[in-house]
């Protein structure tokens, strides 16, 4: 039986049914099985039916059909040396390509329909100019049911997000209207330094990178540089010498408490080394990055939301399961933190222990993740397909994604690129929110063990679906 060479390995997304037909005799010779003529009136009658679901199928699908057959046929001929392709089996062969792409795009499942599509930046610039118009002076989170955001106070963790988006669609489009809106919104934010007790915690990296800092960055605002130093000083001080991690949230409870999502924010250190040329931010911000890396990532990849030390003598006490499933479960927005931040430290200090572990993280997620290539809230949360997604954890991994393959050699460079378009893929065919919608994502999950925020747009995945997005066509700032 005449077999494809790496078949096994590969695993193909299809049934090859070719071997099934076609033998060698002892002679070598390429030879029919007795059935192999009994299936033309087969496929003739299939691809009778097929032409009517053709003949009803919208217009709009058929550039997807084409490229799935174009697709199918080119598989065929590349991996099906033993075939001639002027005889019968190839034109055999062509006629069950056609019957599979017929199926495919006339269900309305197109593969290619969704390999195809990625939302592209004039969509995306319309619909965050939609936003924009409707949000007036909110400060977003995440969208009740009928997809219009809160309004949250501007000490809330997740308000540098949204002006994110308007410096990010300046930077990219060149609209002054992003930069009208998005102008202003740092020294609001900065007002949170002066309530007592203070809320600000260390997300400030999150809050001011993508305001003070974009505007910095973009403009050479001095305000933009005095704001973003303020908020790198006051990340810097909540840093525990010798535990060696930036102290998590506030309150009694939680000194000695670090978590994963401080990957991210640790990039408003290494920015502040680099414009005052003070090594001292820098250095606090790999010295919480090994600690996150030795007590934060397992050895399959996987990652612990929460670490707990002892804030006297920095000794690790262990791992909470916070916005996860438990302590040894796989929170997957955690781990898109993660997976990010680490490609960051290792693009901000050239250490390659952080572009190892942002690799090893990656690859457990894309491992990891299902059909669709969007994760469920935890990847060990069980009874999966009762589970919801998180959008927002799928955009956060497709732009660290996009990281890695910046630093990796140029052999592996077009795997994480295709990781992170598959994902985007998936989020701009089958995740993006409404027209009525203020949001550009929809199911997205912020804290599953706490009920809260289930099924709903959040903030911070349009930004990272936004961020991704630029990065593909060709953006080359970076915030974090």
């Not at 695993?11 to 033309?40: C, I, M, P």
């Not at 010798?242 to 990039?267: E, H, L, P, V």
């Not at 701009?428 to 929809?442: F, G, V």
């Amino acid at each position: 039986m005449v077999q494809l060479k790496g078949l096994e390995e590969k695993k193909h997304a299809f049934f090859d049914w070719r071997h099934l037909l076609v033998h060698n005799d002892a002679a070598g010779s390429v030879k029919y099985n007795e059935q192999f003529t009994t299936l033309v009136p087969m496929v003739i009658a299939i691809v009778i039916s097929r032409i009517k679901q053709l003949l009803m199928m919208p217009i709009k699908r058929f550039g997807a059909l084409g490229t799935l057959l174009e697709q199918r046929l080119f598989c065929h001929r590349c991996r099906t040396p033993f075939v001639q392709q002027n005889n019968i089996s190839f034109h055999c062969i062509m006629i069950f390509s056609l019957v599979e792409a017929l199926s495919c795009v006339s269900k309305g499942g197109s593969q290619m329909e969704t390999v195809q599509h990625i939302i592209a930046i004039d969509e995306l610039e319309q619909r965050i100019t939609r936003m924009a118009k409707q949000m007036e002076n909110r400060s977003p989170h995440a969208s009740d049911s009928s997809g219009r955001y809160d309004d949250m106070p501007v000490s809330w963790w997740t308000s540098g997000f949204y002006p994110g988006l308007l410096w990010l669609m300046h930077d990219v489009t060149g609209n002054a209207f992003f930069k009208n809106q998005a102008e202003g919104w740092s020294r609001k934010i900065e007002e949170a330094f002066q309530e007592h007790p203070i809320i600000l915690h260390h997300d400030v990296g999150f809050q001011f990178l993508l305001t003070a800092v974009m505007e910095y960055e973009q403009t050479g605002s001095e305000d933009g540089l005095r704001i973003g130093l303020k908020a790198a000083n006051y990340l810097a001080g909540r840093f525990n010498p010798i535990g060696g991690f930036i102290k998590a949230w506030n309150g009694d409870d939680k000194k000695g408490w670090a978590i994963i999502d401080c990957m991210m924010n640790i990039s408003l250190l290494y920015w502040a080394s680099r414009v005052t040329n003070d090594p001292s931010y820098g250095q606090i911000a790999s010295a919480h990055a090994n600690t996150t890396l030795q007590w934060g990532v397992r050895d399959d990849g996987s990652t612990s939301h929460i670490l707990s030390f002892n804030s006297h003598t920095g000794e690790f006490i262990e791992s909470i399961g916070g916005q996860g499933y438990g302590s040894d479960s796989a929170w997957s927005r955690g781990n898109a933190w993660a997976l990010y931040g680490f490609a960051n430290a290792c693009r901000h200090t050239g250490k390659r222990a952080y572009l190892h572990a942002a690799k090893r993280i990656a690859h457990f997620f894309l491992a990891a993740l299902p059909e669709d290539n969007v994760p469920y809230w935890d990847f060990r949360c069980g009874g999966e397909e009762e589970e919801p997604r998180d959008s927002s954890a799928a955009a956060i991994a497709a732009s660290g994604l996009l990281e890695i393959e910046a630093q990796v050699p140029q052999r592996e460079k077009r795997m994480y690129r295709r990781a992170a378009e598959k994902i985007l893929q998936s989020l701009s065919t089958h995740y993006l929110a409404s027209d009525e919608s203020e949001a550009i994502l929809m199911k997205a999950t912020g804290n599953a063990p706490q009920g809260r925020d289930i099924n709903v747009s959040l903030i911070y995945g349009d930004y990272f679906f936004a961020e991704a997005i630029a990065k593909r066509n060709g953006w080359q700032r970076r915030i974090f």
